[in-house]
């Protein structure tokens, strides 16, 4: 090997350790590297407190294969799962649809539209669960607001809601599009909002408007932030209680209870935690598809909002 | 090539900082701080070990946390220990203490007038400290049913010993609206002894009450309810017991639906109740209640009358002096169906000790403050007496607890511990309360009244459930 050969080699060796060094120290050398070291060192451990450990936690709860034998065999297992898909998957879509569609309606820009979204968007700023004991007495079939109201609309007895499953499902759904539509407009507004009046002004130049200018503009341009919205709603439709818990309480005859709620009577009505988390658990094969999903969504770099 | 060396900053001071907080300094200045902290932890122990944490469960009425806190705080001057104390709403407290027995870091001690949704199944898992040492004191006082609902099963020491040590007991009466009995040209004073009776007779309330314009109103706040968690199971079990069934679990924790006995009185009991929701005269919503429905309805005058724990439902209406002095009347069940005198079903609330509590000793010398009857005495006196003493000589030598001052008091006060009593059947075997979570009692009253099962079928398909369960927790 001539002279040169070898300062080559010694030259790629120590490129080599340098690059590896990048890779470790992040370019970053002795006390510059220690403090990098002690500025990360609270996040990790804040990150490793309150997301690792519970995690890690909560699936160690729910490890034991026995305790999805005993969540198996309770026959409200079963209801509670279809209840949940019925939830989420109608929950979400419909409130997303509707979220959207407001979203067009409140970019208009008269005064008595910006008016009325401050009253729109109360039932997010109420808290959830006067919120939904108001609609649980709203609804009732004796003494209700709704029913006392048809009957002194129409002298007629109204239903009682709450007695029925499909009336009692969709109670609770109706209770969490009411409670959570708003704050998603606004998302979804503020969408809208970033939607570049170049692009409507030249689809106007091309003879684009209402319909035709919404389908090649707007919804392109939206599509994906939609997707995420109804991803990242479906992920906390999947954990929410509140509203059936205590909107229709899971009646009638635990008809209407949905995986999230029979989790916590699990673990807080006959202190079998463990169960609970394993009810919850079970929901995981639905949870993590979603999750990547929405991680690869995230991650996408196209033009779009 | 030197990769060139970051830019310092230009401030000459910000610079400065930098360099005085060298490795060298941080690397000393933790050494010294941990140091300091091995020097001081000695003294940090000392202090912690006359000091208890416990949690309290919030009282219905204002007087009963003033009645509380003045119990620790007695205790604190007798004692020169300290109690931490923290006094939180009821389902706060379930939740914390099951969170805190599932991770491990509990306090000393858990204060709690209804612990029996979990205190079967933590004594069963070995999770609670034996407190029979702090009970043996007044255990010959204890009242039969405070002793059997603060004895459990553990599966570890496969004995059955005291995890409680009980200060207060609650029964449930009948609450009515004496005025509206009138209204409708009934009499309070007459009103049958026996069960079935007291129903049949305050149903007849509603068809006058009505045709004086009341349209909404009902008779019966019964509690048929299918969603729970307690108020729906609590009827049936009376129900159960006023019609002859109540040794469907025994104290050996075995069940026995197979008892054609015990069979007969659930299916009368279903029976009844669901005849009483087709006549139309329990409020059709009722299958759908919440613990917290009766409640409303009933201050709402909405039914005449209802059955729940307690005197929460006339001491939540303590400032309507019209109401609570005149119109509610109290009444304690009398006789089952077959005239022999009724069973009243008790709970027990008081204190239990986590295992892992760092200061046994504090809190179990609290416990045997509040146990002394001066002390118990004084405590559910200043509550208004919304909870009996688990010692029942005490209100047999105090006359307050049979004073008329509060027309409720008496009634609920001799149906506690004059009358004969049950312990609730969580006592025996945490599956009971796993039957209760399930609710199968108030699904076979939705079998007969949605699906026109018949009762007997109905409860059939509940006793199957109930065995199914009771097979997993073996005694």
Not at chain 1, 291 to 299: F, G
Not at chain 2, 87 to 100: E, G
Not at chain 2, 106 to 125: R, T
């Amino acid at each position: 090997m001539s002279v040169t050969q070898q300062a080559l080699a010694v030259g790629r060796g120590l490129a080599a350790t340098r690059s590896r060094r990048h890779v470790l120290f992040g370019g970053l050398h002795g006390a510059d590297y220690v403090w990098a070291i002690a500025f990360a060192l609270p996040y990790a451990a804040i990150f490793l407190a309150f997301v690792i450990y519970p995690i890690a936690f909560g699936i160690w709860m729910g490890s034991d294969p026995a305790l999805y034998d005993q969540l198996f065999s309770d026959p409200r297992y079963l209801t509670a799962v279809v209840n949940t898909l019925l939830y989420v998957g109608i929950g979400v879509n419909v409130k997303m649809f509707l979220a959207f569609m407001l979203s067009g309606f409140f970019i208009r820009k008269r005064w008595w539209i910006k008016a009325l979204m401050v009253i729109f968007i109360l039932p997010w700023a109420t808290p959830a669960l006067p919120a939904y004991m108001s609609i649980h007495w709203f609804l009732n079939g004796q003494w209700g607001m709704l029913n006392n109201i048809l009957y002194a609309l129409f002298a007629i007895d109204g239903p009682t809601y709450l007695n029925e499953h499909w009336s009692g499902l969709a109670a609770n759904i109706s209770a969490y599009i009411w409670k959570t539509l708003p704050f998603w407009t606004v998302i979804l507004l503020a969408g809208r909002m970033a939607v570049p009046q170049e692009l409507y002004e030249a689809a106007a130049v091309d003879g684009a408007t209402g319909l035709r200018r919404f389908a090649h503009v707007t919804l392109p341009l939206m599509a994906n932030l939609y997707l995420v919205c109804t991803l990242l709603d479906m992920v906390f439709a999947l954990g929410d209680f509140n509203a059936t818990y205590f909107v229709s309480g899971g009646g009638p005859a635990m008809s209407t209870e949905v995986l999230a709620t029979l989790g916590i009577r699990y673990a807080f009505t006959i202190a079998l935690p463990r169960l609970g988390v394993a009810a919850v658990m079970s929901a995981l094969p639905l949870l993590i598809p979603l999750v990547i999903l929405l991680m690869r969504k995230l991650r996408m770099s196209e033009g779009q909002l | 090539m030197q990769r060139p060396a970051p830019e310092r900053p230009a401030n000459r001071e910000g610079r400065a900082a930098l360099v005085r907080m060298s490795r060298r300094t941080v690397l000393r200045g933790t050494v010294g701080m941990a140091a300091a902290g091995s020097l001081a932890r000695p003294y940090i122990a000392n202090a912690q070990a006359k000091t208890a944490v416990c949690w309290i469960g919030q009282g219905f009425v204002q007087q009963e946390d003033v009645a509380m806190k003045a119990v620790c705080d007695d205790y604190m001057k007798a004692s020169g220990n300290t109690l931490d104390y923290s006094i939180m709403p009821f389902m706060a407290l379930n939740q914390k203490i099951i969170s805190a027995l599932t991770s491990g870091d509990v306090p000393d001690l858990f204060f709690h007038d209804a612990p029996e949704n979990f205190l079967p199944q933590y004594a069963w898992d070995d999770s609670l400290v034996d407190v029979t040492d702090v009970v043996a004191p007044y255990e010959s006082q204890l009242s039969e049913t405070a002793k059997l609902c603060s004895t459990f099963y553990n599966r570890a020491t496969k004995k059955r010993s005291y995890y409680l040590c009980p200060i207060k007991q609650g029964a449930t009466p009948f609450h009515i609206w004496g005025d509206l009995v009138e209204k409708a040209g009934l009499k309070m004073s007459d009103i049958p002894k026996d069960w079935d009776g007291v129903w049949n007779y305050l149903k007849q309330t509603q068809a006058p009450l009505r045709a004086k314009g009341m349209r909404k109103i009902y008779a019966c706040g019964l509690q048929i309810t299918t969603v729970g968690p307690n108020d729906g199971n609590n009827l049936f079990r009376h129900f159960l017991i006023a019609n002859g069934g109540e040794a469907i679990v025994t104290p050996d924790g075995k069940l026995h639906t197979d008892d054609p006995k015990i069979r007969e009185a659930a299916i009368k009991s279903v029976e009844f109740m669901t005849n009483l929701y087709k006549e139309g005269v329990v409020p059709p919503e009722a299958l759908s209640w919440n613990d917290a429905d009766d409640n409303n309805g009933y201050h709402e005058k909405l039914f005449v009358m209802d059955f729940d724990g307690t005197l929460s439902t006339e001491l939540a209406m303590i400032k309507d002096k019209q109401a609570f002095y005149h119109d509610m009347q109290v009444l304690a069940p009398a006789n089952k169906n077959d005239g022999t005198p009724m069973k009243t079903m008790l709970n027990a609330g008081g204190g239990m000790i986590p295992k892992g509590a760092k200061n046994l000793e504090v809190a179990k010398d609290f416990m045997k403050y509040f146990m002394q009857p001066k002390v118990m005495n004084e405590n559910l006196k200043a509550g208004l007496g919304r909870w009996a003493p688990a010692i029942p000589q005490i209100v047999k030598d105090d006359p307050w607890w049979f004073s008329t001052e509060m027309p409720c008091l008496k009634p609920y006060i001799t149906e506690i511990a004059l009358n004969p009593t049950v312990p609730l059947y969580n006592a025996f075997s945490p599956a009971w309360g796993q039957c209760d979570a399930e609710q199968l009692w108030g699904q076979a009253h939705a079998d007969v009244i949605k699906s026109n099962m018949k009762p007997a079928e109905a409860i059939d398909k509940a006793f199957k459930r109930c065995n199914e369960i009771f097979a997993k927790i073996t005694i």
